[in-house]
């Protein structure tokens, strides 16, 4: 707000000479502020304000971290028996080399893609950095909270976090909620006059606000005095500096799906060790080198890195589309939302509200566009008296607007009227304020005038409290506000009151009570163009959308009219915050499935609302904004917080921020979750399909009396690399078509869910008929048939039908109708999986130590036809599924 120089005096008189004192200790100015120069230079001498970073683990400690995993431990298991067998019976080292070069190799990567991730995060931990206001050169301008430095004037209001420590100037209804440094659940009311001491606890400090504290009410002006790890709140980040990692859900039930693998494949060992040494008297060592053979099977040893890299892909391609995930489970969340507790103004309207009619109680209505009396142009004026909002047009003739929407419709209507703020501020200096909360939706703010003083209030037709002259001014006045909010605009009374002196106790009694009535103004936040068409995806999308507003029953019915929301007045509800708090609990789970607009409604209420849809079972995203949604935003499986309009409180409290304050950009964030979570379950799908078919292959091999199909190195080529390769490239995968026209997972659904456990079952059982027919008729071909020559036949099935099912998981569509090059980097990768595999049979030194051998023109064909099987065979099975709609 821009003071004029009276008023301006009047407010800095009541400072303490303390705060003086302060003032010009810091070597600052309390009206303007640090010069830019001086603000980089204080920059540089103490550091951005920026708590020090958490310890991170060395690169020996990620290292050590992966080498002990279970998949690691196996693996290195292998080689130290391979290494005793090679000692004791001369079988060569190459085994052993492979191995160990396996494990790590996999180290090597999953600590890569995990500093990846990390660098990843800390990147969109900057994008969702704080801002503060400050004030430097005498203008007031939003900087991010990192680049405060001592000396700073800042400004605060509802809903902002406080970011450094600070000395208070001036303060109006000032309440800082200190729980996360006191404890004390209870907002603490500031107070620039009181004179705490240096030794006097948080608590007790009454002048002074704190960095990491949220202010619940009023507003305040202060100067920052430390920064950084100096603050009190940076005093306890020393202590706390440890280092947190957060595992998904998913990545949970993954770790532990590689535990249970290894149990299976300890007791298949254990049955396999059994089989061979007492019925069919191999010998312990053979049947020892097949108990590793088949715990090499059992690990999935690419799925963990594949899931984070799909996760992090998630991330940001959600950037890209204007939202930041604060939190990775979100991105599973999401993708499983099946409501939308959607904010109307600014989400899904412009968030550009405009003046479209006023109305003075002695007058007609009057459009915006046409010339105004005298006396609509003194209401107009009286309106931007009582706001806080401003605009600001550089020489570039770009608008810098900090305010409230509805606030900002007003200075535009003036500057419209060829008035400015500074005028009207002149005609009416203001002294005291009473500012806007959600519970009285009033704001009141008073002015000096001739012979006295103006109390201004503006707020909800509904709750300003008005003496009307007579019934026949109420009756006109109700009936203008109903005309106007049938039309979907949103109504705004103006009322004044004259004192004659000023009041010994400024508040609700003395200035909002007896209030003389003046007129309303009509205004519109009209639909965002792009909203229609998402509420309708959504839809599609089997996502029950649900539109809550503090606006006007009538305006909130209007808007949800227009965008699809309410389709069917007589099956759908439009309930009033009245109406939800005289609804009992029960009622509301009751009628939850009913109601698909709230109007009215505070933000205490969405609570409930997100209990009762979650009761039914429901995956629910709410938005929110404001300090009071923050409850709400934790409740909700998805909280989204708005990056313009959202209050840092509500960004903290979300999982994930919207940017641009775009309701379609929701529905694009649960395309892109869906999109990873489908990419997941390919994943596992790809992958352990080919992991519980070695495990049975290998456990049929020694059951039948022929040995071990496929050896222990082999196995491990086939999973790194053969598998490995193109599986890496599942991240990169577009949504499927209909991916937004299929109903969303229950939030209890596994990854094995919707028949995914049976396809892994299918396919699985597919490549052990097909491996173990290679390798049959490889020990029993009529000129040089052998075991080595099967085992040479099964590992090359083995490897290149693996690494071409990628084509089979990537898409339930036919691969002639998403082709092979949409996914270019996965096509690439799987020709390269396929090239090493065949270079291993053309190389000696690499026969030698895949323990393979070279294969004639019949027997190519053969491991081509029985490769390429598995892909006919599924194009079969979607022919069918896409003709007869059996999928």
């Given at each position: 707000m821009v003071l004029n120089e009276e008023s301006e005096v009047r407010s800095f008189m009541v400072f303490k000479e303390s705060n003086e004192e302060f003032v010009r200790r810091l070597k600052t100015n309390s009206v303007n502020g640090l010069t830019q120069q001086e603000a980089k230079n204080r920059l540089d001498l103490h550091g951005y304000n920026e708590f020090e970073g958490q310890k991170k683990e060395t690169l020996f400690q990620k290292s050590l971290h992966h080498i002990t995993e279970i998949t690691s431990i196996i693996l290195m298991i292998a080689a130290a028996i391979s290494g005793y067998v090679a000692i004791t019976q001369g079988t060569g080292w190459p085994k052993v080399i492979v191995i160990l070069s396996i494990v790590i190799i996999n180290v090597v990567v999953a600590v890569y893609q995990e500093s990846k991730s990390e660098a990843a995060l800390e990147a969109l931990k900057r994008l969702n950095t704080n801002t503060t206001t400050v004030i430097r050169d005498g203008k007031k301008s939003r900087v991010n909270a990192n680049e405060l430095v001592p000396g700073d004037i800042v400004e605060f209001n509802t809903g902002d976090i406080i970011t450094a420590d600070c000395q208070l100037l001036r303060t109006n209804s000032l309440q800082i909620d200190e729980s996360s440094l006191t404890g004390e659940s209870e907002p603490i009311l500031k107070n620039e006059k009181f004179c705490s001491q240096n030794n006097s606890p948080i608590g007790d400090r009454f002048d002074w606000v704190f960095s990491g504290t949220l202010v619940t009410n009023g507003r305040g002006k202060a100067v920052v005095t430390n920064t950084a790890m100096n603050t009190e709140m940076g005093k306890i980040a020393k202590l706390l500096n440890e280092t947190e990692k957060l595992k998904t859900p998913l990545q949970n039930k993954l770790a532990q799906l590689s535990k249970r693998l290894s149990f299976i494949a300890l007791l298949a060992a254990i049955a396999i060790?059994?089989?061979?040494?007492?019925?069919?008297?191999?010998?312990?060592?053979?049947m020892l080198l097949i108990g590793i053979s088949l715990g090499v099977a059992a690990v999935p040893e690419t799925l963990p890195i594949i899931v984070t890299m799909i996760l992090s892909r998630g991330v940001f391609n959600m950037v890209k589309k204007n939202t930041i995930i604060r939190k990775i489970p979100a991105i599973e969340t999401i993708g499983n939302t099946s409501v939308i507790c959607s904010d109307k103004t600014g989400t899904l309207t412009q968030n550009q509200m405009e003046i479209q009619q006023i109305w003075i109680e002695s007058g007609e209505p009057t459009l915006s566009t046409e010339e105004f009396s005298e006396e609509e142009l003194k209401t107009v004026v009286l309106l931007t008296v009582c706001s806080n909002a401003t605009i600001e047009v550089d020489e570039e003739e770009n608008e810098k607007v900090i305010g409230d929407p509805t606030e900002l419709a007003i200075i535009r209507l003036l500057h419209k009227k060829g008035l400015t703020r500074v005028d009207a501020e002149h005609e009416f200096p203001r002294v005291e304020e009473l500012p806007f909360n959600s519970k009285r939706k009033l704001m009141t703010t008073l002015h000096f005038v001739e012979n006295g003083y103006l109390a201004v209030t503006k707020g909800a037709f509904d709750k300003i409290p008005v003496i009307w002259k007579n019934e026949e001014q109420r009756l006109k006045a109700q009936e203008i506000h109903d005309k106007f909010a049938s039309r979907a605009l949103r109504v705004i009374a103006i009322a004044t009151k004259k004192i004659t002196a000023y009041p010994e106790v400024v508040n609700e009694q003395t200035l909002e009570s007896n209030l003389g009535f003046l007129g309303l103004i009509g205004m519109i936040d009209p639909p965002r163009?792009?909203?229609?068409?998402?509420?309708?995806?959504?839809?599609?999308?089997?996502?029950?959308?649900?539109?809550?507003?503090?606006?006007?029953?009538?305006?909130?019915?209007?808007?949800?009219?227009?965008?699809?929301?309410?389709?069917?007045?007589?099956s759908e509800l439009v309930v009033t915050g009245k109406e939800l708090t005289e609804m009992s609990d029960d009622a509301l789970k009751e009628s939850i499935k009913k109601i698909s607009v709230y109007a009215r409604v505070s933000p205490q209420d969405k609570i409930r609302i997100v209990q009762a849809w979650q009761s039914k079972g429901e995956v629910v995203a709410m938005t929110g904004d404001g300090v009071n949604d923050a409850p709400a935003l934790k409740a909700a499986d998805a909280g989204v917080a708005m990056g313009i309009t959202g209050t840092e409180v509500s960004k903290n409290a979300s999982d994930m921020i919207i940017t641009d304050?775009?309701?379609?950009?929701?529905?694009?964030?649960?395309?892109?979750?869906?999109?990873?979570?489908?990419?997941?379950?390919?994943?596992?799908?790809?992958?352990?399909?080919?992991?519980f078919a070695q495990i049975f292959i290998m456990l049929a091999g020694v059951t039948l009396g022929w040995g071990a199909p496929l050896t222990a190195v082999q196995i491990l080529m086939v999973n790194v690399i053969a598998d490995g390769i193109p599986g890496f490239f599942l991240s990169f995968e577009k949504s499927e078509r209909g991916v937004m026209k299929r109903l969303p997972l229950r939030k209890d659904s596994g990854v094995f869910d919707n028949g995914l456990g049976f396809k892994i079952f299918q396919r699985s059982l597919n490549f052990v008929i097909i491996v173990l027919l290679a390798f049959f008729l490889g020990a029993n071909a009529p000129e040089n048939g052998s075991k080595e020559l099967g085992v040479s036949m099964a590992f090359m099935v083995m490897s290149l039908s693996s690494a071409l099912n990628i084509f089979n998981i990537r898409s339930k569509d036919s691969i002639f109708v998403t082709g092979l090059l949409e996914n270019r980097k996965l096509f690439l990768g799987t020709?390269?999986?396929?090239?090493?595999?065949?270079?291993?049979?053309?190389?000696?030194?690499?026969?030698?130590?895949?323990?393979?051998?070279?294969?004639?023109?019949f027997q190519w064909f053969i491991v081509i036809i029985l490769g390429i099987s598995p892909i006919l065979i599924n194009e079969i099975q979607k022919f069918i599924a896409s003709r007869y709609k059996f999928e």
């Open positions: 060790f059994l089989i061979g040494k007492f019925i069919h008297n191999h010998s312990t060592l053979d163009t792009e909203s229609k068409d998402a509420v309708n995806q959504a839809n599609e999308a089997g996502i029950k959308v649900v539109m809550i507003t503090g606006d006007h029953k009538e305006t909130a019915k209007a808007i949800a009219k227009e965008i699809g929301i309410l389709k069917d007045e007589e304050d775009n309701f379609a950009t929701i529905v694009s964030a649960i395309k892109e979750g869906r999109t990873s979570f489908d990419n997941i379950r390919k994943t596992i799908y790809f992958l352990l399909s080919v992991n020709l390269t999986s396929v090239f090493l595999t065949v270079l291993i049979m053309l190389i000696p030194i690499l026969r030698q130590t895949f323990e393979v051998i070279p294969l004639n023109r």
